[in-house]
């Protein structure tokens, strides 16, 4: 089954304690991506990866760092969380190329606390 | 620059009327448009979509949408609402000529009462 993976679904940290969380897809997709869903703004882009090596700054890159070492992962990482960082985010994975929108594939989230 | 507004970020529906949530988008160039739904608990999933040719696009479970380049308006409707379309719908846009960077609404959170 096509789906993309992240883990965990939930996490409650403390502020300054580094956590990672991760993504992964079986579609072999090039392009992949992390957004934050916050009320009232919608989806806010953090990262993404065009493929493996290859990343770029979203609209709300400040605190978050990623990697693209595999394919398949894409881990987004929080050297120092902070209380502004409590959201739901989502990965995402599409094919490469423009027009392909359509076929991007969400995982199902994962809900930061940070106290 | 691109950005999506959504106008309502809540809306009430009873069981069977029709449902109308409204998109305006802003695009330097001729956009692709997206209506997503998100489901409690789910992640996002594509609903319609438009990019270029017919203005009026039909998606998933009903619902459809009108592209009108003169009112920069991407509108989402479904004519008897179903209590199964409670949810939060997303509209977003990408430029046609970048590797597809989508910008997206605040979300317009669906209430269907009986």
């Known amino acids: 089954e096509a789906q993309v993976t992240q883990n965990p679904r939930y996490l409650i940290t403390v502020t300054g304690k580094k956590l990672t969380v991760t993504c992964s897809q079986n579609?072999?997709?090039?392009?992949m991506s992390w957004y934050r869903q916050d009320p009232g703004l919608g989806l806010r882009q953090i990262y993404y990866s065009m493929n493996v090596e290859v990343t770029d700054k979203g609209d709300v890159p400040e605190g978050y760092k990623v990697s693209r070492k595999e394919k398949r992962n894409f881990p987004l990482i929080l050297e120092s969380p902070s209380p502004n960082q409590t959201s739901l985010y989502f990965c995402?994975?599409?094919?490469?190329?423009?027009?392909?929108?359509?076929?991007?594939?969400f995982g199902s989230g994962t809900q930061l606390s940070v106290l | 620059a691109q950005s999506v507004t959504q106008l309502g970020s809540h809306v009430s529906v009873s069981e069977g009327a029709l449902v109308l949530l409204r998109c305006n988008y802003s695009?330097?160039?001729?956009?692709?448009l997206f209506w997503y739904v998100q489901y409690p608990n789910q992640g996002l999933q594509l609903l319609l979509k438009y990019t270029t040719g017919a203005t009026l696009v039909k998606g998933i479970n009903g619902f459809e949408a009108e592209f009108k380049k003169s009112e920069t308006s991407f509108h989402l409707t479904k004519p008897s609402a179903h209590m199964s379309d409670a949810a939060e719908y997303f509209c977003?846009?990408?430029?046609?000529?970048?590797?597809?960077?989508?910008?997206f609404g605040a979300g317009t959170q669906v209430v269907v009462t009986p």
């Open positions: 995402a994975s599409r094919q490469g190329g423009v027009s392909t929108n359509e076929k991007l594939f």
């Open positions: 695009s330097s160039v001729p956009p692709y």
């Open positions: 977003a846009v990408s430029e046609s000529d970048s590797w597809g960077k989508l910008q």
């Open positions: 579609m072999n997709h090039e392009y």
